[in-house]
T-cell receptor, first 112, second 112 residues
């Protein structure tokens, strides 16, 4: 079965600095990969998703992620952090077999 | 407005008292799912449904029941709640398992 590992439960960056949130996956077939964001006291909303069309995926709010098959990674990046990016981020994988597996989440803190 | 609604948003109950958390979506989605979110564990799938009258177990189904009598509704039933079911619960829906999932606002359940 597919699985996801998010490296780092907490990441702290300064405003304007690069954001890098790491995600590694395990899948026996070409996966569908997702990044979701959860703001305080809210449900999850999609940031971006990979469905094999292009390895570099651009999402909302300036985020992007690159699918690297050789490294089984799907890291999330943003060139310049904003205070409003403070949230919890979840990586998720699906093999199209009716279930979705989420990582444990990474809480991003942005310092002024 | 396209949305997933859950009720109640907050619930405090006692061990053994049956409860139901409702979930409804207005997007005509085939796929619906329930997750629980616990600190350090991310989201874990409880049950999912591919369509009306079709449900299946996720990773942590013990102590929960679901039904899908109508396409729009997918209630989560706890027949005899226990303290280890204290958690934050999310309902989600999507056209298929590989599409973007739309999440409800969450239900915070405390079982004393």
């Amino acid at each position: 079965a597919q699985s996801v590992t998010q490296l780092g439960s907490h990441v702290s960056v300064s405003e304007g600095a690069l954001v890098l949130l790491r995600c590694n996956y395990s899948s026996s077939v070409p996966p569908y990969l997702f990044w979701y964001v959860q703001y305080p006291n809210q449900g999850l909303q999609l940031l971006l998703k990979y469905t094999s069309a292009a390895t570099l995926v651009k999402g909302i709010n300036g985020f992007e992620a690159e699918f690297k098959k050789s490294e089984t990674s799907f890291h999330l990046t943003k060139p310049s952090a904003h205070m409003s990016d403070a949230a919890e981020y979840f990586c998720a994988v699906s093999e199209g077999n009716n279930d979705m597996r989420f990582g444990a989440g990474t809480r991003l803190t942005v310092k002024p | 407005e396209a949305q997933v609604t859950q009720n109640p948003r907050y619930l405090i109950t006692v061990t053994g008292k049956k409860l139901t958390v409702t979930c409804s979506q207005n997007m005509n989605h085939e796929y619906m799912s329930w997750y629980r979110q616990d600190p350090g564990l991310g989201l874990r799938q409880i049950y999912y449904s591919m369509n009306v009258e079709v449900t299946d177990k996720g990773d942590v189904p013990e102590g929960y029941k679901v039904s899908r009598k109508e396409k729009r509704n997918f209630p989560l039933i706890l027949e005899s709640p226990s303290p280890n079911q204290t958690s934050l619960y999310f309902c989600a829906s999507s056209p298929t398992t590989t599409d973007t999932q739309y999440f409800g606002p969450g239900t915070r359940l405390t079982v004393l």
